[in-house]
């Protein structure tokens, strides 16, 4: 592998971490008040993180409008992506170089 190619990789790799990292905080945004006003255990809101039942579409419904910039509304596609994203990098950053 080339050390461009390499490098593309590897910034594929920072990159899915960066979306992941920023799907995380709006799970975070939208779940802790959520938390906060006991509509869910934190372990309960963690499996909002990869999917949507019908518990994390009550939560969500029961949002308030004081979240920052009025975001009610959790999307599991993005920490899907993000993941996705990040292990591609790392498969492809950890392929031997060819000769």
Same mark, same amino acid.
């Not at 869910?40 to 949507?52: R, S």
């Not at 920052?68 to 959790?74: D, E, F, S, T, V």
């Not at 990098?89 to 392929?95: F, I, K, Q």
């Given at each position: 592998? !080339? #050390?461009?190619?390499?490098? #593309?990789?590897? =910034?594929?790799? /920072? ?10 905080? &709006? &799970? &975070?945004?939208? @779940? #802790?008040?959520?938390? =906060? ?7 309960? =809101?963690? !499996? %909002?993180?990869?999917?949507?039942? *019908?518990? %994390? !579409?009550?939560?969500?419904?029961? %949002?308030? *409008? *004081?979240?920052?910039?009025? /975001?009610? &509304?959790?999307?599991?596609?993005? @920490?899907w992506a993000? +993941? ?8 492809? #950053?950890?392929?031997?170089?060819? +000769?």
């Open positions: 592998m !080339t #050390s461009s190619a390499r490098l #593309s990789s590897q =910034a594929v790799a /920072i990159a899915g971490g960066a979306f992941a990292l920023l799907s995380l905080g &709006w &799970w &975070w945004l939208i @779940f #802790s008040k959520v938390v =906060a006003a006991d509509y869910l255990t934190v372990g309960q =809101a963690v !499996t %909002c993180i990869a999917g949507a039942s *019908d518990l %994390c !579409t009550l939560a969500q419904a029961l %949002c308030t *409008d *004081d979240h920052l910039y009025g /975001i009610r &509304w959790y999307a599991p596609e993005a @920490f993000a +993941a996705s994203m990040l292990v591609a990098g790392v498969l492809l #950053s950890a392929r031997p170089a060819r +000769a």
